[in-house]
């Protein structure tokens, strides 16, 4: 179990901690030297829980956008909600794909046109692949 904490004190700070314990494959458990509290900007962080493997990902991606824009603005300060919202939808695109590619494309189909097409199939075909 991951242990990931936050407080927020003095009205504009926050303190946080996490434990560096991983699970793997349901009963594994060990402690890498990594925490799992990783630097966006110099004054925003996240703590991550659950798969290491896909926040690494995510973490990359925001990681990349967020650094282009300071190097290109370094003015413009980005906000904690900013990375939070452009977080949470690389969070959501990288499940949409592998979703898609999981259970659509066995079917020759991807998201759109499995809404496109929705109306010609069976129930019974779109409750199997639920």
Known sequence: MTVCIGAIYEGNSVLGASDRMITAGGNIEFQ???PKIWP???SVIAMVADDIAVHT???QEVS???SSRIESEPQNWWKVKDIA???SQSYI???LKSASKKILSPFGLDPD???R???EMSQDFIRSIE
Do not use: C, E, G, R
């Open 32 to 34: 890498p030297s990594q």
């Open 40 to 42: 966006i900007t110099s």
């Open 57 to 59: 990902v995510i973490h």
């Open 64 to 66: 990349k956008i967020v």
């Open 85 to 87: 919202d452009l977080y």
């Open 93 to 95: 695109q990288l499940k």
């Open 113 to 115: 046109s499995f809404i």
């Open 117 to 119: 097409k929705q109306n």
